[in-house]
């Protein structure tokens, strides 16, 4: 059974880091893009960065530059790195998978692009 699990949200200050970690099972993720979205209360979920199978990687224009994707197919996880964190990044942060061909460069950044979701982790930027 397909599943993604993430992990690594909590409190942080304004100006802080934090890691995020998406652990998939069940299948592999050589052969999947995947990509991190966001939820904040009252809005609706919006993407954040997307890896495909290539390791080619986006970003939305709010996180570009402090926000890193990165994968490692060894331990099927994908990993974002948040840097200079700010109160409007808090929400709860998903990580979703779809599939493609490996090797390929190809990313996706809308919700309905993507078909399979982990259950999020929260992320809350505050003094």
């Known amino acids: 059974q397909l599943q993604l699990v993430e992990s690594g949200g909590g409190l942080v200050q304004p100006g802080g880091s934090l890691r995020l970690s998406c652990a998939a099972s069940?299948?592999?993720?050589?052969?999947?893009?995947v990509g991190w979205f966001r939820q904040a209360p009252g809005k609706e979920r919006e993407g954040v960065s997307c890896?495909?199978?290539?390791?080619?990687?986006n970003y939305a224009d709010a996180v570009r530059g402090r926000f890193t994707i990165s994968r490692d197919n060894a331990k099927n996880t994908v990993h974002l790195q948040m840097n200079s964190l700010k109160p409007e990044d808090t929400a709860v942060y998903y990580c979703?998978?779809?599939?493609?061909?490996?090797?390929?460069?190809?990313?996706?950044?809308?919700?309905?692009?993507?078909?399979?979701w982990g259950q999020g982790t929260q992320v809350t930027v505050s003094s």
């Open positions: 890896i495909s199978s290539s390791g080619g990687s």
């Open positions: 069940g299948f592999t993720l050589d052969y999947y893009a």
């Open positions: 979703a998978a779809r599939r493609q061909g490996r090797g390929s460069s190809r990313y996706y950044m809308q919700v309905a692009d993507f078909g399979s």
